[in-house]
């Protein structure tokens, strides 16, 4: 079977860094993937990890461990409206996704 | 580009009638998913295609959903009989896959918000 965990609720305050977690149980792995989803809106992409390590893309950085099938979401410099759903997502084999269950960021002025 | 289309946005309908979703993919895009978001169950993926043949419908419901591609442009979703559990929102998103899974991202849709009173 497949499973994807995250935290359910995470609240931060504007300029701080906030760090979301994925584990996952799946059979067969290509890769993690983030998105963002806006309240009324639909997923956006935000990165992709195949190999162990960090990617950086500005304010957002991703990490994977695939040893510990692990791995987390980095939003620095916290704004307001970085105020979303956010889910981790893996590539598996047969190449679909399999998305996990969100984690909703609110962020305090 | 225009994105991914999907019509209508929002559909209301009435228990038992059929509803078609429509999508337009991103051209030159070789994969289609359908998903299905509701707050109790989340994001599921109901059925994908690879260059327009389904792969896997493992997440379709039950018999009622059924889902084409008859070309690379364009995809279908219908429910039929329609039941009130069937209200969520749909999206279809579209991807290039690499054969190498070297890089991997959905582009989503809008969604349809669909309700079945």
């Known amino acids: 079977g497949q499973s994807l965990e995250q935290p359910s609720e995470v609240t931060a305050v504007e300029g701080a860094i906030v760090q979301i977690n994925c584990t996952y149980q799946?059979?067969?792995?290509?890769?993690l993937s983030w998105y963002q989803q806006h309240d009324g809106g639909a997923p956006t992409f935000l990165s992709y990890n195949a190999l162990d390590g960090l990617e950086e893309t500005g304010r957002f950085s991703s990490f994977l461990s695939r040893s510990d099938s692990y791995g987390y979401l980095l939003l620095q410099e916290l704004q307001m409206k970085d105020s979303a759903s956010y889910f981790c997502a893996v590539l598996v084999y047969g190449q679909n996704f399999v998305f996990g269950p969100g984690t909703r960021l609110s962020v305090l002025p | 580009d225009a994105g991914v289309i999907q019509s209508p946005r929002h559909e209301v309908t009435e228990m038992g009638q059929e509803v078609t979703l429509r999508c337009k993919p991103i051209s030159g895009h070789n994969s289609l998913f359908w998903y299905r978001q509701t707050m109790m169950r989340g994001l599921e993926l109901l059925i994908y295609f690879n260059n327009n043949v389904p792969i896997d419908d493992s997440g379709m419901p039950e018999d009622r959903f059924s889902a084409k591609m008859p070309n690379a442009s364009f995809s279908t979703l219908k429910i039929q009989p329609s039941e009130p559990r069937d209200s969520a929102v749909y999206f279809c998103a579209s991807s290039k896959l690499e054969g190498d899974n070297s890089y991997n991202e959905q582009f989503f849709g809008p969604g349809t918000r669909l309700t079945v009173l």
């Open positions: 799946t059979s067969g792995f290509y890769g």
